[in-house]
């Protein structure tokens, strides 16, 4: 993706009111704009991600510092996120012990799949918000 440069003038007070250095300004602007389309559902997470260049985890925490709904993900989202970098792999028995350790043994992964799945199903059948 293309990046577009501005040249904006902000006052002083702005940016101290929100504490943010100079140097954090460009970071900061770009963050919040992101997470506005994000908001607004023009953008999805994964989008809004590789614009910020980061991981599941740390969009996780940026959106709920912005008080971002986490957005429910279709079954074909999840699929991708199993097989995708988070675990390299369908979720399996290895996978769990991957990232379990102590759980090794008490989780039965065909379960937790179902279980993830079911959950998705659920979640898909609630009406739509409107607006």
Excluded: H
Excluded at 11 to 22: A, C, K, Q, S, Y
Excluded at 41 to 59: F, H, N, Q, S, V
């Amino acid at each position: 993706m293309a990046n577009k440069r501005f040249q904006v003038d902000l006052p002083e007070d702005l940016v101290r009111g929100f504490g943010w250095t100079e140097r954090e300004v460009p970071a900061r602007v770009r963050e919040t704009l992101v997470m506005d389309l994000l908001r607004f559902d023009k953008i999805t997470e994964a989008e809004a991600a590789d614009m910020l260049g980061l991981d599941r985890w740390t969009l996780l925490e940026t959106m709920d510092r912005y008080q971002v709904e986490v957005a429910s993900p279709s079954r074909e989202e999840l699929d991708e996120e199993l097989r995708g970098p988070l675990l390299g792999r369908p979720l399996d028995e290895d996978a769990i012990k991957a990232t379990a350790g102590a759980w090794v043994g008490q989780v039965n992964c065909e379960q937790l799949e179902r279980d993830i799945y079911a959950s998705r199903e659920r979640v898909s059948d609630r009406p739509e918000p409107t607006f």
